[in-house]
């Protein structure tokens, strides 16, 4: 029989040696690097008739960061589920392609290189949270400081210029970051910590009204305070992607903390009463919701098509299967192609198939974060893996919506595709997370001396 141990791991059958996978995911990960290669290999060929010169170069460098990350992980956390890396390295690939062909649709404004640097800098950090964070119940310690930190980190693009009408840059000469993309892990550890000691409080305790049973306001203030503090600065910075997306994080976190279904009733409508408030209080929040609408009204108004007409009419022309990389025109959205609206190049030039085999791409990568969280005992372990799932899978929705004008425009960043240092480093942040604790959730449980 198993003995307990420190560390929360799954059950294993006696006798039985758990399987590291580590074999498999050297394979899967030389897979998605080799993709990435042929896919700008393709672009080259399509778009000049050639394969690119620095073909090798690029696939040498996507390899070099994918190996390394691999060999940390088979060193270090021998367990950890196989899949996580090679999604993540298949769709920072994607995105590499995907931004180099923009670049020859723009001449002079080169962005893949620059993006695969910060791809550089995301997985050197990958390694540095895998080799340093041994037990993630360690990060609880710092929930409350976390906190705070993220709080600075979101109040100081207030006080610089607005970038495409939003506060949420921070530009320093040629250097720019987006500090809320770091302030969203900082917040799902503090929601998780504080969740994991009060979910019985706020699940069972408290007043009932009608068919709601409230939770006491000492137990559910705190938490509620500081989503307040969070939200009211991104509606100050006029940022509806992030305020969506921690709002959802919050809703998200406390219905698997309680299992109440009550609060995603309670979540959807504040929010949509928070998107109605925004858009009226800011106008370049109304001028979205206006276009999300009516996104063809720009071109019965005689101001021609713009962005969201545009993107729906490239996923038109992309039909089932693509025109090609390299062979579409999803330039003529403009200067948000290479961030929110890369998706309507994918749809485009890889059609209806490429979009699927991207959603499955992410949706295999979420599933695997919910499956580390279900694994794990601990409740703070629990609610930290599936909220970091969460945060994918959110961004990702409220980007595709946009995009698709399903929902408002927010000018978020597609996961580890769209171009953006600061998202694709806190992505590669978010995958680490999720390694080092499905390690410890697939570990075998120590024999009996």
Request: charge should be positive.
């Amino acid at each position: 029989m198993a003995t307990s141990s420190a560390v929360t791991r799954t059950a294993a059958r006696p006798g039985r040696p758990v399987p590291t996978r580590r074999t498999t995911e050297l394979v899967l990960v030389l897979a998605a690097v080799l993709l990435a290669v042929f896919g700008y290999i393709e672009v080259g060929v399509n778009v000049d008739g050639t394969v690119p010169a620095d073909a090798a170069e690029y696939g040498a460098a996507l390899g070099v960061l994918a190996l390394a990350a691999h060999a940390v992980v088979r060193w270090r956390a021998r367990y950890a589920d196989p899949l996580l890396l090679p999604i993540a390295v298949l769709l920072n690939g994607i995105g590499l392609v995907v931004i180099y062909r923009l670049d020859r649709a723009t001449a002079g404004r080169s962005a893949a290189p620059t993006q695969l640097l910060w791809s550089g800098l995301g997985v050197a950090l990958f390694i540095a949270v895998v080799l340093m964070v041994r037990d993630h119940r360690r990060l609880r310690r710092y929930a409350y400081v976390g906190a705070l930190a993220a709080l600075v980190l979101l109040v100081l693009p207030i006080f610089f210029p607005p970038v495409y009408g939003a506060r949420i840059w921070i530009v320093i000469g040629p250097l720019s970051f987006q500090p809320g993309e770091f302030a969203k892990i900082l917040l799902a550890v503090f929601f998780a910590a504080y969740l994991a000691v009060h979910r019985d409080a706020l699940a069972l305790t408290g007043r009932r009204v009608w068919r709601w049973q409230l939770p006491r306001g000492r137990v559910f203030g705190p938490v509620l305070l500081i989503w307040a503090a969070f939200v009211g600065v991104l509606v100050l910075e006029t940022d509806l992607g992030m305020s969506l997306l921690y709002f959802g994080l919050f809703v998200v976190m406390l219905y698997v903390a309680t299992a109440r279904t009550g609060w995603i009733a309670i979540g959807l409508a504040l929010a949509a009463l928070g998107t109605v408030t925004v858009g009226w209080l800011s106008p370049h929040v109304h001028s979205r919701l206006t276009d999300w609408l009516d996104p063809l009204g720009s071109i019965a108004a005689g101001k021609g098509a713009n962005q969201i007409a545009q993107s729906l009419f490239a996923f038109a022309w992309g039909g089932e299967l693509g025109t090609g990389l390299g062979n579409g025109h999803s330039m003529l959205i403009g200067f948000a192609a290479k961030s929110d609206f890369i998706l309507a190049t994918i749809g485009e030039e890889l059609g209806l198939t490429g979009l699927i085999a991207l959603f499955l791409l992410y949706a295999l990568l979420i599933s695997r974060g919910f499956r580390t969280g279900i694994a794990l005992r601990d409740p703070f372990g629990r609610l930290l893996a599936i909220g970091l799932a969460a945060i994918v899978g959110l961004q990702v929705f409220v980007v595709a919506g946009g995009v698709l004008a399903l929902i408002p425009l927010t000018g978020m960043t597609l996961p580890f595709v769209a171009q953006g240092g600061s998202s694709v480093v806190t992505n590669w942040i978010i995958v680490a997370l999720l390694v080092r604790m499905s390690d410890i959730a697939r570990r075998p449980a120590p024999e009996e001396a």
